[in-house]
């Protein structure tokens, strides 16, 4: 059985390049993360460098050392390929979204999912109508920036008025969601994360 010695060397260069990024990232030295994961600080210095092949524990140590999944040391080392998307102004997938006496337009503006992470983005457009807007419970983090009219917006038991201009961030996990439109129109963007 033979090895590729030039493809080792890539997931190599590749685990140490993820490796000092994730700890420059946490502001701390080399030396301070080989001791938070019990490995000494000149194999730190050789895995980042790209000059060993570390074993599992090893990788494992440090993962936890640094409070990330041991699967983020491993980030770069899939093929080249990325999805790429450009939206041009006033493009985008238009969708109506119909519930119980109340409808909206969105636009889909990106979705992206990879194997630790879905991402997406929506223009919403609300109008003042019988119906109540739809509340939500999902995952990850949310952000909504508000840029035309005034609504007010409910997260768990909290409620906010939000105008033009403002943004908002929270936890997905709560119920969430716009529970009034109080000028005629509301526009807003929406970008969602979630690990997968």
Do not use: C
């Not at 992470?117 to 995952?139: I, N, W």
């Amino acid at each position: 059985m033979s090895v590729d010695i030039q493809a080792t060397n890539a997931t190599d260069l590749a685990i140490g390049t993820a490796l000092r990024a994730l700890r420059e990232a946490r502001g701390m030295t080399a030396r301070q993360l080989a001791l938070d994961a019990d490995v000494s600080p000149a194999m730190v210095s050789r895995i980042e460098n790209g000059q060993v092949s570390p074993s599992i524990s090893t990788l494992s140590a440090l993962s936890a050392a640094l409070e990330v999944p041991l699967v983020s040391l491993f980030r770069d080392t899939a093929s080249g390929h990325s999805d790429f998307t450009h939206v041009k102004q006033g493009e985008g997938l238009k969708s109506t979204r119909l519930i119980e006496g109340h409808s909206h337009e969105f636009t889909n503006l990106a979705l992206h999912a990879r194997r630790d992470l879905r991402f997406e983005a929506h223009m919403v457009t609300l109008l003042r109508q019988s119906g109540k807007p739809p509340s939500y419970v999902g995952h990850g983090v949310l952000f909504i920036h508000l840029k035309q009219g005034e609504g007010r917006y409910r997260y768990g038991q909290h409620e906010v008025v939000l105008k033009e201009g403002d943004s908002l961030s929270l936890d997905a996990e709560l119920s969430h969601g716009f529970v009034e439109v109080i000028s005629d129109k509301l526009v807003f963007l929406s970008v969602q994360a979630a690990q997968r």
